[in-house]
């Protein structure tokens, strides 16, 4: 074992404060990563405040890592000394059942070990996430990054990015055809370029006049506005995919008018019951389909970071300090952000000099 310097929240009400806690080391197939940066996504938010309920404490959020490899294990074989290396949303599975020996790790039928506010396979212990120095993690839940890439723009990949590529990719969007991106936040904004690079003509669709021009500067053809009646009519069954990444509650009826016979809106945004009821009229007449869409499993985040290597594809950030982790927070109640927040790990090593 071997002692980490953190941020930690301590209950519901209380902000993130410095935490001192144990890392296990590492074992054959494990990696220790030195942290340099981490993503702030607003499931760590929701979580910290158990605002979904049976929150752990105390956690120490964080699942979009990017980092440095200091050590591995006999058995490793991806990783050595000196690789960059990036951590999501989940560091173990069961690793038999049907999912997993899918590489669908991230719908593991007994239940995936979330990076943090969860516990270790089979152990009491807490797990701990990203605001801290180090973390320790088996080799095949750690995907390859490449040094091409701005590291720090590289974090929220490991969350918001697969996020939207997995939906992206399963629905074999691509060249001719027609996208939405529903929503132009964290998620939004990197469907916008997965969906470009991928070959798709894109248009983003929000209720806000004054996002068209960020939107096409992130890679969108076209802006729709989803509360001018007259242009929805207009764009009315020409959708070959949507992806609606709006994280509350809202109407889906609109939407599914908007795509073609056959065809599949995909939900990776809201996570609470969904309001009003979907009429079954806008699905029967047409065929058409909702779904939802977890990350990708680690094969498909691999595939991801390549991508993203590839076509020079990073998230639009806003860098902070650790010790602004509070203000940063409230922020995002307010959706003060475009389009990630990231944590420069770096700032940490003040509290543990």
């Known amino acids: 074992m071997f002692q980490v310097h953190g941020y930690a929240a301590h209950d519901a009400q209380s902000p993130l404060i410095p935490y001192q806690f144990e890392r296990r080391d590492p074992g054959v197939n ?14 760590d938010l929701h979580q910290a405040r158990d605002d979904w309920g049976g929150s752990l404490y105390p956690m120490v959020p964080g699942h979009e890592i990017v980092g440095r490899v200091v050590r591995v294990g006999s058995g490793v074989k991806k990783f050595k000394a000196g690789d960059l290396a990036g951590v999501g ?39 701990f996430g990203g605001y801290s120095e180090q973390i320790v993690v088996d080799e095949r839940f750690v995907v390859k990054v490449s040094p091409a890439l701005d590291l720090k723009a ?27 991106v529903i929503g132009l936040g964290g998620l939004g ?10 070959g798709a ?13 960020d939107a096409a500067r992130l890679g969108a053809d076209e802006v729709l506005l989803s509360r001018d009646t007259a242009a929805m009519e207009a764009h009315r069954g020409s959708f070959d995919f949507l992806l609606n990444t ?22 990776v945004g809201v996570l609470t019951e969904i309001t009003p009821p979907i009429t079954g009229v806008s699905l029967i007449i047409g065929r058409k389909s909702i779904a939802g869409s977890a990350i990708g499993g680690m094969a498909e985040t691999q595939e991801m970071m390549d991508f993203c290597a590839e076509h020079g594809i990073v998230s639009d950030i806003e860098m902070i300090a650790i010790q602004d982790i509070n203000h940063a927070y409230e922020r995002l109640l307010k959706n003060d952000v475009k389009y990630r927040f990231v944590i420069d790990m770096a700032t940490l090593k003040n509290l543990a000099s």
């Not at 904004?189 to 991928?198: E, N, V, W």
């Not at 209720?207 to 021009?213: A, L, V």
Request: charged share 20%.
């Open 154 to 180: 590289v974090a929220p990949l490991l969350c918001a990015g697969i996020t939207t590529y997995s939906p992206l990719r399963h629905w074999k969007v691509g060249p001719g055809q027609k996208v939405g």
């Open 89 to 127: 949303c989940m560091v173990d599975s069961c690793r038999h059942c049907s999912a997993c020996r899918e590489d669908l790790e991230q719908y593991c039928e007994e239940g995936v070990t979330v990076t943090y506010n969860g516990k270790e396979r089979n152990s009491e212990s807490l797990t």
């Open 189 to 198: 904004h990197m469907g916008i370029k997965f969906a470009k690079a991928l």
């Open 246 to 267: 709006i994280p509350v509650a809202h109407d889906l009826n609109p939407y599914t008018a908007l795509l073609k016979r056959d065809r599949t809106m995909a939900l």
């Open 30 to 43: 494990d990696v220790q990563i030195e942290i340099l940066y981490t993503g702030v996504c607003h499931s």
């Open 201 to 213: 003509q894109v248009v983003m669709i929000t209720t806000s006049p004054d996002k068209g021009k």
